[in-house]
């Protein structure tokens, strides 16, 4: 995309509603892959091997969730980016289970308390998806070496890039919680 304005950015969000129904009640909630390499189908695919058991990601109509399921994680995560905030979506809260939701009556974006969702659940294998570093930093605070980072940004607490669209980057956390004791 050459250039961002006003023009641009209604045409993209008026395309996505039409498309997959981006924060509506018609959303779609369930896909495949839509490209072959991106966090969403990295994300997918370590689901499906069992790499991971849990993604704690960040959607419309859901806020921070905590989800289990390959095409759940595909459709939730797989064609948007750069979201700050939203508003409960029916749609999206019965696929993905109000208890695995941070909170379904305000769909908070908050990561951190995502990922203590997700301990509290007893998954101990896990991946965050966050868009600030000082997330990143404090996930690798609280779960030590357990938790591998993705994003050039977040050296020392990288260990490898997941760039995605726009100027701002992903990062990815791939937690391998280990409770103590």
């Known amino acids: 995309m050459e250039g961002i304005t006003r023009e641009k950015i209604r045409e993209n969000i008026e395309f996505r509603i039409r498309d997959f129904g ?3 009640e018609k959303r779609v909630v369930r896909a495949k892959d839509y490209v072959t390499f991106g966090v969403s189908e990295i994300l997918s695919s370590a689901l ?8 704690v990601i960040a959607a419309d109509g859901c806020g921070t969730a905590i989800i289990t399921e390959p095409a759940l994680l595909q459709g939730m995560c797989g064609r948007i980016s750069g979201l700050v905030e939203t508003s409960p979506l029916q749609v999206i809260l019965d696929a993905v289970d109000r208890d695995d939701v941070l909170d379904p009556e305000t769909v908070p974006l908050d990561m951190v308390k995502g990922a203590e969702l997700a301990v509290s659940k007893g998954f101990h294998l896990f991946s965050v998806t966050v868009d600030r570093p000082d997330d990143a930093v404090t996930l690798r605070k609280i779960y030590g070496d357990g938790v591998q980072v993705q994003a050039e940004a977040m050296r020392p607490h990288a260990r490898a890039v997941a760039g995605l669209a726009g100027r701002r980057l992903g990062y990815t956390c791939m937690g391998r919680y280990k409770p103590h004791g």
Do not use: K, L, V
Not at 48 to 55: F, L, Q, S, T, V
């Open 48 to 55: 499906e091997r069992g790499d991971i058991d849990a993604a």
């Open 22 to 24: 981006f924060c509506t």
